[in-house]
């Protein structure tokens, strides 16, 4: 296919689908003498946009001849903005034509969102906070608009195919591999996705680049029930891997289980801190095994091979809540084994100093009557003890 600028001006109406979509952001020229730089931006993007697929354009200026009617606009810039892979900020502001309010505005709702460029020539007045702001969240930041352009389109890479509800999804969530696990589900069951607005995301690594969580407000068509479903919120982050450490007793309330303690901010145990099983998730695609087998070492200090692992099932881990799932794997250890980890539970390990865990051993009649673990990981120990 080949590459294609469509451009979308003020309250047009957008193309059923494309492949990248990036909205113009900044001050406009407030005196008829004072060329904007949206055309310009424009013919940027129609040079550098040289990837087969479809290239949509949001600008917030009206075509040539049509009236103002400001009424409709800012309801049309705010969906756009929520629609576009990037936001692109160009600004070129002095006081005296282009004060620039509504950008401010604007850059104080998208900034930390990681979908947006930021470009400003140096001579441009009253953008050190814009600039701080930007230099805060690992935002990309140019001082000429065709870098600025270049730095969208870095961001957007070959682009995705999107069309209908699927292009309210940028780009950043769209790649991520909890989202596509998710709306792969939703097609299989027959679902149709009628748009999103991207709520927020949390992200890591030195320019905040990887998605780790993200929640999005959906609307659902439910074909079995033939109902549009709009009042909830998808949250979800990487697949995450668990392993069950157990050693068998004389009978399963007294089978000894091998667990970590962690503190995790969202516990609300009497002591704050979580008991669960090793595991935990990576940044990249990864073997959900390889995973299981490297959470074990990070969080006991513990090696184990992989023909030690029993694959027991993957489930989502608590469904009105996110949509992300846990691959259940069970490791019968040894007399010896186990007597490693109780000579090691006052050892913290973990990774440095994101992440301290301890081990504690309990039998699996403990972990029930003290309550110890949550409702999602006693499933888990029944379903592999089971």
């Known amino acids: 296919m080949a590459s294609e600028v469509v451009v979308v001006h003020a309250n047009e109406t957008p193309p059923e689908w494309w492949d990248a979509a990036v909205f113009l952001a900044g001050p406009l020229p407030r005196d008829a003498g004072v060329p904007s730089w949206n055309p310009v931006a424009v013919a940027h993007l ?6 087969p697929g479809r290239l949509v354009v949001f600008t917030p200026e ?51 969102t990681g979908k947006v460029v930021y470009g400003a020539p140096p001579e441009a007045v009253k953008n050190e906070y814009l600039r701080h702001l930007a230099d805060s969240r690992g935002v990309p930041v140019a001082e000429r608009l065709g870098d600025t352009v270049a730095a969208a389109l870095a961001m957007i890479g070959d682009g995705a195919r999107r069309e209908g509800g699927e292009r309210s999804v940028p780009l950043l969530v769209w790649r991520t591999e909890s989202f596509q696990n998710w709306y792969r589900a939703q ?19 030195e320019r905040r680049d990887h998605v780790v969580f993200w929640a999005a407000h959906v609307r659902v068509r439910v074909t079995a029930e033939d109902r549009v479903k709009t009042n909830e919120v998808v949250i979800s982050r990487p697949d995450t891997s668990q392993v069950l450490l157990y050693r068998p007793g ?42 299981a087998l490297d959470e074990v070492r990070e969080e006991t200090g513990m090696t184990f091979t992989a023909d030690r692992l029993r694959p027991i099932g993957v489930r989502q881990v608590a469904a009105t809540v996110s949509a992300h799932r846990a691959h259940l794997f069970a490791a019968e250890i040894t007399e010896a084994e186990l007597e490693w980890f109780r000579a ?12 301290r865990t ?29």
Request: hydrophobic share 40%; aromatic share 10%.
């Open 46 to 51: 129609r040079e550098q946009w040289t990837r």
């Open 62 to 112: 009206l075509r040539e001849g049509v009236l103002s009617d400001y009424t409709g606009q800012v309801e049309w810039e705010h969906r756009a903005m929520h629609d576009a892979d990037v936001v692109l900020f160009w600004v070129p502001r002095d006081l005296a034509t282009m004060p620039a309010l509504t950008t401010n505005i604007e850059w104080g709702i998208w900034y930390a």
């Open 187 to 205: 097609v299989h069951a027959g679902n149709v996705l009628e748009g999103a607005s991207l709520e927020w995301t949390f992200r890591a690594g």
């Open 250 to 291: 004389a009978t399963l309330d007294e089978t000894v289980i091998v667990l970590v303690r962690e503190f995790r901010s969202p516990a609300s145990t009497s002591d704050g801190f979580v008991h669960e099983l090793p595991g935990g998730s990576s940044r990249g695609p990864a073997d959900p095994a390889v995973q």
């Open 344 to 355: 090691h539970r006052d050892e913290p390990h973990g990774d440095g100093g994101t992440e």
């Open 358 to 386: 301890w081990i504690e051993i309990a039998s699996y009649g403990e972990i029930r009557r003290r309550g110890l673990v949550d409702w999602a990981t006693l499933g888990m120990i029944a379903q592999a003890l089971g």
